[in-house]
């Protein structure tokens, strides 16, 4: 078998478009059973809502004053259609370059150099969902701080490596 020997380049880009998100009020706002899963219900879009709901921010990706509880004792699970509003996407590109080199008949020692994420784009995780949690004293509104806040990333930051593989 013959091997090749000489220099490589290798790129692969990779690209998830925006994933769909649902927005929930708190499970703990008596969640009800659908097909033997719990499911919380979904919140409620403010029919008095000025300007947009998704802002695309990581402190906030979405406007949680838009939405209001629904009624606990109502039996109404909100207005809000499952995956209605559109999450942060996904994209990466990773370049190698490789270089083989042979050195006896049957030996070859191949060089790799291998960057992920090489234009560090910075791929964010799915927001917090929960607009409402039980209130509270503190909380009378019920409304979560922290409802469509992204605190995370999913991919990490460009990484770089090299390796020396051993062919034979």
């Known amino acids: 078998m ?9 790129g692969s880009k990779h690209r998830h478009h925006s994933i769909r998100v649902s927005v929930y009020a708190a499970a703990q706002l008596q969640p009800f059973q659908y097909r033997r899963h719990a499911r919380s219900r979904e919140a409620v879009l403010e029919s008095d809502l000025q300007g947009r709901v998704v802002r695309g921010n990581p402190s906030q990706w979405f406007n949680p004053a838009a939405f209001i509880a629904p009624p606990s004792t109502s039996g109404f ?34 060089f790799r150099a291998e960057i ?14 929960i607009v409402f949690t039980p209130p509270t004293a503190t909380n009378l509104t019920g409304l979560s701080g922290t409802a469509g806040a992204i605190s995370g990333t999913s991919t990490t ?4 490596q090299f390796g020396l593989k051993l062919l034979w």
């Open 2 to 10: 013959e091997k090749r020997v000489g220099r490589r380049l290798v």
């Open 77 to 110: 699970f909100g207005n809000v259609g499952r995956d209605t509003y559109i999450g942060p996407g996904l994209g990466t590109w990773d370049f190698s370059v490789l270089k083989d080199t042979r050195i006896h008949e049957r030996l070859n020692v191949q």
């Open 116 to 129: 992920f994420n090489i234009l560090d784009r910075t791929n964010f995780n799915t927001p917090n969902l």
């Open 157 to 160: 930051a460009r990484q770089v």
